[in-house]
């Protein structure tokens, strides 16, 4: 089935940068969602993208969904140590109620 | 309000046994799923279950099983556990059995001896 691909795997910024985390999709998508997951938490809800080419912005994150809506990124703006976590997109599969995570993008931020 | 309440938050099983495991979505919520969290990886589906109904159902063996009760609380069990099942199980229910956001419970973690 498909699955969507996160790039990078890990990433390792120092307090203050920016950085983008891209997810890629071999399909269409209808949708796709973000979600975020502190070490020893749970995946925690961002945001959903739903029309082609959209922009959200929730303070220092901004998310996009590609025009195609083959791919969506995560672009975090002077990074603090509070982003630290792993951050996760998400497809529903062929319609269903399946929702389909990619591996993540582990981000650590160097103080 | 209360979130997504999981039970029990440990649990040390060994090879063979069953488990059980319980999940509380949030107040309206009717919709409920179970996923797997293997260490290092993405949440893996399982199954969904709206309105006591199973809707979805992820590529997981017929070990795995699972029911919605009428107050849309739900249980996810195991049977027959191999030293693979270790994993952090997450719940998470919705308002609509259509993918919408998913609202998380803290999980399970489940280890096999």
């Known amino acids: 089935g498909q699955q969507v691909m996160q790039i990078p795997q890990y990433q390792h910024v120092q307090e203050g940068e920016d950085f983008t985390t891209y997810c890629n999709s071999s399909?269409?998508?209808?949708?796709i969602q973000w979600y975020k997951q502190r070490p020893g938490g749970h995946p925690v809800f961002l945001i959903q993208l739903v029309k082609s080419g959209e922009v959200k912005k929730q303070k220092r994150l901004t998310f996009q969904f590609g025009e195609a809506k083959k791919n969506s990124s995560l672009h975090i703006t002077a990074t603090q140590t509070t982003d630290v976590g792993t951050y996760f997109c998400?497809?529903?599969?062929?319609?269903?109620?399946?929702?389909?995570f990619g591996k993540g993008m582990k981000l650590t931020v160097n103080p | 309000d209360a979130g997504v309440t999981q039970s029990p938050t440990h649990l040390i099983k060994t090879r063979g046994q069953h488990v059980t495991l319980r999940c509380s979505p949030i107040?309206?919520?009717?919709?409920v799923s179970w996923y797997q969290q293997v260490l290092g990886q993405g949440p893996q589906f399982i199954f969904q279950y709206y309105e006591k109904e199973e809707r979805g159902r992820g590529n997981f063996p017929d070990r795995f099983s699972a029911r919605q009760f009428p107050n849309y609380s739900s249980e996810l069990n195991v049977n027959a556990l191999l030293l693979g099942d270790s994993a952090l199980y997450l719940c998470?229910?919705?308002?609509?059995?259509?993918?919408?956001?998913?609202?998380f419970g803290d999980g399970t973690r489940l280890s096999i001896l």
């Open positions: 998400a497809e529903p599969q062929g319609g269903s109620e399946k929702l389909v």
């Open positions: 107040s309206g919520h009717k919709s």
């Open positions: 998470a229910s919705s308002l609509w059995p259509t993918v919408g956001p998913q609202h």
């Open positions: 399909t269409t998508l209808s949708n």
